[in-house]
Structure formats: structure tokens, C-alpha cells
């Protein structure tokens, strides 16, 4: 028959295993690590995340996730245009969510249900925005606080130039009379529109980057665009002077 003294030291020395096993476990939960594939600053996840990110990655490999720190989303935001893929749908998105991701089931199936939105429309995306007539460099997603995400596609603006160019010349071939006052007028409207609405035309600036709140919007945003390039150089002195606004944010 065992002793008190003996029941009270193997309830004790059960004790002390319980509190390691759990301390064990909280420094698992909080250790965190560096991930695989493309990265924007230097975001590390615990070993739970990390497991769940990487199941994310396969359940949608037609997008190309790109993983943003904490401190550097408003980057991340700032720059989305330049993670832009021409082949995949990128998705920028950051280590705070994958985590909450991981541990709330709740808050998972609200984001998995964006990104299953988005990947429902990935196929038809860059066929439409071809349609448009814009020369697409690439396209990705930004999922954002608040349960949504943004829309976002880069537009050469060179090539779209060039056809326009190519369309005035053919023009211009049936007023011969008029072409070179005609011709010199529109170079010096064109350089206006562009100086008020702050693009740039050298090489490193020859492109610009419309977001939306949905595919859909994207795809108009895009071909609005592509019209009012084109009614701009259609349009008489007079009318240009009255001036457009043309607003590429959500």
C-alpha cells in the first residue's frame, strides 16, 4: 500500500512532465522559419504555418504566391506591379494571415473563399484582358485586411502607342493636305494629356499599373483605358482643351 509521501511525489513528478510537454510545445508553436518560393522582406513562419502554406501553395498552383513580412505590406501594396506574372495569377499576401490562416478555421475558409474566386477566373483572365487590345505584361491579386482583395494588371503602354501611331499615319494618308498641321497638333495634345495625368514616356516608365476590386472591373478598367487613349488622339484641339480625368485606382 503506497505511502502518502509516495501518491504526493508521483502526482508532483506528473505534474512537472505535463508543464515540460506543454512548455515543449508552446516553443515549438512560437519557433518560427524561413519558407520556400518568392518572398517580399523576410517573412518567417511557424512550423503549423509553414505546413499549411505549403498545402496552400499546391492546392492552387496555378497562382504564384509571394509571401510579404509585416513590415514591409505597405511595400508590398505600393509596388504590387512589379510582382506582376504574365503566365500566372501572383498573389501577394502576408505572414499575419497564413498564420491566423492556420490556427482560425473560420478566417481560413473567408480567405481560401478569395482565393477560390480568383482561381475560378484565372483561365479566362489573360484571354479577356488580350481582348481588350492591351499588350499585358502581367497580372496578380493582392489579398487585404478586412476579408478582400485587389486586382491589378501591368499594361505596356509602348506597344499600344506604336498601334495608334501606326493608325494616325493611315489616316493622315487621306488628308494629305492637312497631315503635317494635323500630325504636330495631336504630338502636342498627346504631351499635354500625358503631362496632366503624370505618365511617362521613356523607357522605364513605358508601362502603367490599373487596379480593381474584382476581375471584372479589371478587365473594364483595362479596356476604358485602351478607349481613352484612343478618343484622345481622335478629339479636336477645342475639345481637349475642356480636359478628362481618368482615375486607374479602386
Avoid: C
Avoid at 502526482?11 to 519558407?35: D, G, H, L, Y
Avoid at 504574365?86 to 478566417?107: G, Q, T, Y
Avoid at 489579398?143 to 494616325?168: H, P
Wanted: aromatic share 6%; no cysteine.
Amino acid at each position: 500500500m503506497s505511502t502518502v509521501s509516495e501518491v504526493m511525489a508521483g502526482t508532483q513528478a506528473a505534474q512537472q512532465m505535463q508543464q515540460t510537454s506543454e512548455t515543449a510545445n508552446a516553443a515549438n508553436a512560437s519557433k518560427k522559419t524561413k519558407v520556400s518560393g518568392k518572398t517580399v522582406g523576410n517573412p518567417q513562419l511557424s512550423e503549423k504555418a509553414a505546413k499549411y502554406y505549403e498545402e496552400l501553395k499546391k492546392k492552387y498552383s496555378n497562382m504564384d504566391f509571394v509571401l510579404v513580412s509585416s513590415d514591409m505590406k505597405e511595400f508590398a501594396k505600393s509596388h504590387a506591379g512589379s510582382f506582376a506574372n504574365p503566365n500566372k495569377l501572383a498573389v501577394l499576401i502576408d505572414e499575419e494571415k497564413i498564420e491566423r490562416m492556420a490556427e482560425d478555421e473560420n478566417f481560413r475558409k473567408q480567405y481560401e473563399s478569395i482565393l477560390n474566386n480568383a482561381a475560378s477566373g484565372v483561365s479566362q483572365l489573360a484571354k479577356k484582358l488580350s481582348a481588350t487590345g492591351a499588350k499585358v505584361k502581367g497580372y496578380g491579386m493582392q489579398v487585404n485586411d478586412g476579408g478582400n482583395a485587389s486586382f491589378f494588371a501591368v499594361i505596356d503602354k509602348s506597344l499600344a502607342a506604336q498601334r495608334e501611331r501606326i493608325a494616325q499615319k493611315a489616316a493622315d494618308k487621306k488628308e494629305a493636305k492637312k497631315a503635317d498641321e494635323k500630325k504636330a497638333k495631336k504630338e502636342a495634345e498627346q504631351e499635354r494629356i500625358s503631362e496632366r495625368r503624370g505618365e511617362r514616356t521613356d523607357s522605364a516608365k513605358d508601362e502603367v499599373v490599373i487596379t480593381a476590386s474584382s476581375v471584372e472591373e479589371l478587365i473594364q478598367k483595362v479596356n476604358d483605358w485602351m478607349m481613352a487613349g484612343m478618343s484622345d488622339r481622335a478629339r479636336t484641339e477645342e475639345e481637349l482643351k475642356v480636359g478628362q480625368r481618368f482615375d486607374l485606382s479602386v
